[in-house]
């Protein structure tokens, strides 16, 4: 089981930036992921890193503008949020997947942090 909490989210204005970090406890050697939810449409795929932190993949709707990385000393995933637009409004959740890899399912889930990107 793995336990995660996000932070780092908060109010900025467009073309602005915005780090999320998501700490995680338990057993953390998983592929990590970050998702999203605007409100009035379902929860989509943003980016994910693999356990060694060696591959990453991104929608491309945040691709040359989002990057994911890992650190596993402190046990946390980052997410580096540049060129930020409105429509990148939203819930940004943190998951684990269920291996090393992103080609599994998914297990755990933060509990989510808002970024409202104002124009």
């Known amino acids: 089981q793995v336990q995660l909490v996000e932070s780092g989210g908060g109010l900025v204005q467009v073309g602005g930036s915005l780090r999320l970090s998501c700490a995680a406890s338990?057993?953390?050697?998983?592929?990590m992921g970050w998702f999203r939810q605007a409100p009035g449409k379902e929860r989509e795929f943003v980016a994910a890193?693999?356990?060694?932190?060696?591959?990453?993949k991104f929608a491309d709707s945040v691709k040359g503008r989002f990057t994911i990385s890992r650190d596993n000393a402190k046990n946390t995933v980052y997410l580096q949020m540049n060129s930020l637009k409105p429509e990148d409004t939203a819930v940004y959740y943190c998951?684990?997947?269920?291996?090393?890899?992103?080609?599994?399912?998914?297990?755990?889930w933060g509990q989510g942090t808002q970024v409202t990107v104002s124009s």
């Open positions: 890193i693999n356990w060694s932190g060696g591959s990453t």
């Open positions: 998951a684990s997947y269920t291996s090393t890899s992103w080609f599994t399912s998914l297990g755990s």
């Open positions: 338990g057993r953390t050697n998983y592929a």
